[in-house]
């Protein structure tokens, strides 16, 4: 990665953590999480044996799936605050600009502020919830250990890290070229429903999760791809004095 890139995502990262709102999201999401458990519980507690593996497994893999995604875009509206509204308010990014790096290179390194510690935040609480679900509630009730399928480990390591970053800069252009930086936090509410719901409508047609994701990514890259070619440091830099 370049240096610059890592110098101007790790400051901001670094913010995020000293922030008391990140670990307030981190509690909201494990409220989230027992939500989820007292569904599970409740519908499976009718169920024998047998019924309780069918369900236990299409339960696990649609949350295999959904708490990756849900809780990294979900945390991402704290770590956004710090990668351009902060830098805005205090003026910092107009001393950025000053520096020899390229508008692209900050846009790149504000994008991996956001991203990287969220994936981090959500993906782990997502795989913690996971793990409690199956030794605590899913194994007592079927006996057996319940592997996700391939295609949702791949799509929590690798899918849905280029989905999130492939949203997150988008989000990125909005706050740094527009007056009202917090415009792209909408953006991302936005966002986090139209995918709970629109994933939830189109899995329920038969389109699998990672096929979505995987349109989702195609359609953000070609969106940041044209925007690249209309962002300039002058944007930027009338955006912030306004």
């Not at 981190?26 to 999480?33: C, G």
């Not at 592997?147 to 390591?157: F, G, H, M, R």
Request: glycine share 4%; proline share 3%.
């Amino acid at each position: 990665m370049n240096n610059k890139i890592w110098i101007i995502a790790k400051k901001d990262i670094l913010e995020a953590f000293r922030s008391r709102s990140t670990y307030f999201v981190i509690l909201i999401m494990i409220v989230l999480t027992f939500t989820y458990i007292a569904s599970y519980s409740d519908t499976v507690k009718h169920y024998d044996k047998e019924q309780a593996i069918t369900y236990s497994r299409i339960f696990l893999n649609s949350l295999a799936y959904i708490l990756p995604m849900m809780y990294s875009i979900f945390v991402c509206s704290v770590f956004a605050n710090y990668s351009v509204i902060v830098d805005k308010a205090k003026r910092n990014i107009e001393s950025l600009m000053a520096t020899p790096v390229s508008i692209n290179q900050i846009w790149l390194g504000k994008s991996l502020a956001v991203t990287l510690p969220s994936l981090l935040v959500g993906i782990t609480i997502a795989v913690l919830s996971f793990l409690v679900m199956e030794f605590w509630f899913v194994m007592p009730k079927t006996g057996t250990f319940i592997v996700p399928e391939i295609w949702a480990i791949v799509s929590t390591l690798l899918i849905v890290p280029a989905m999130l970053f492939s949203i997150v800069t988008i989000v990125t252009y909005i706050q740094l070229v527009v007056t009202n930086p917090r415009i792209g936090n909408f953006v991302f509410s936005g966002v986090f429903f139209v995918l709970l719901f629109g994933v939830n409508l189109l899995s329920g047609l038969g389109i699998s999760f990672a096929l979505i994701f995987l349109a989702v990514i195609v359609v953000c890259g070609i969106v940041s791809y044209i925007l690249s070619r209309y962002l300039t440091k002058e944007k930027v830099l009338l955006s912030s004095k306004i």
